[in-house]
Antibody, heavy 123, light 105 residues
């Protein structure tokens, strides 16, 4: 059974940092692109970042809103995905989901989502 | 960035009623994915690449569209279909629609 379990969320002050983690099980983690997606009442679902495979030199993509602030990384030996978040602001508040991406037939889609971890940026 | 606009934002349907949700893209895309989310849970893949039903999705659901206009249709509304539905495209940056909340009338 595929499982994605996020951790590391909580309350952080504006300007602070936080590192989210996602542990994967039930599949060969190193073979899949992975992403972080966040959700808030104000912005709805918002894709945050993506990381590809070792064979892609772990290429990354970021939403413009987090570029330069957030860093996505992975440790294939531990089946773990990370999101380092710096310079946090109130608008970064939300539930952060870890997702797995799969090639369907022609295009990729997010076929598994974790249960999410809540991040609140507030003083 | 491709903006996805869903309509309606909220709708209600009687059991057995046909329901159509639309997703309009600001630029042409080759495909669209749809996700279903129920309260307190994470989104689930629902329809892939315009019309491919994800595993476990009932056959009363279908998807169609091309270019800038896509839709999700339920042929006969059932109680378990009440949820929020989101469309999503994969040109970078990846974007989601604002969601359509489907309720039971």
């Amino acid at each position: 059974e595929v499982k994605l379990e996020e951790s590391g969320g909580g309350l952080v002050q504006p300007g602070g940092s936080m590192k989210l983690s996602c542990v994967a099980s039930g599949f060969t983690f190193s073979s899949y692109w992975m992403s972080w997606v966040r959700q808030s009442p104000e912005k709805g679902l918002e894709w945050v970042a993506e990381i590809r495979l070792k064979s892609d030199n772990y290429a990354t993509h970021y939403a413009e809103s987090v570029k330069g602030k957030f860093t996505i990384s992975r440790d294939d030996s531990k089946s773990r995905l990370y999101l380092q978040m710096n310079s946090l602001r109130a608008e970064d508040t939300g539930i952060y989901y870890c997702t797995r991406s799969t090639m369907i037939t022609t295009y990729y889609a997010m076929d598994y989502w974790g249960q999410g971890t809540s991040v609140t940026v507030s003083s | 960035e491709i903006v996805l606009t869903q309509s309606p934002a909220i709708t209600a349907a009687s059991l057995g009623q046909k329901v159509t949700i639309t997703c309009s893209a600001s630029s042409s895309v080759s495909y669209m994915h749809w996700y279903q989310q129920k309260s307190g849970t994470s989104p689930k893949p629902w329809i892939y690449e315009i019309s491919k039903l994800a595993s476990g999705v009932p056959a009363r659901f279908s998807g169609s569209g091309s270019g800038t206009s896509y839709s999700l249709t339920i042929s006969s509304m059932e109680a378990e279909d009440a949820a929020i539905y989101y469309c999503q495209q994969w040109n970078y940056p990846l974007t989601f629609g604002g969601g359509t909340k489907l309720e039971i009338k």
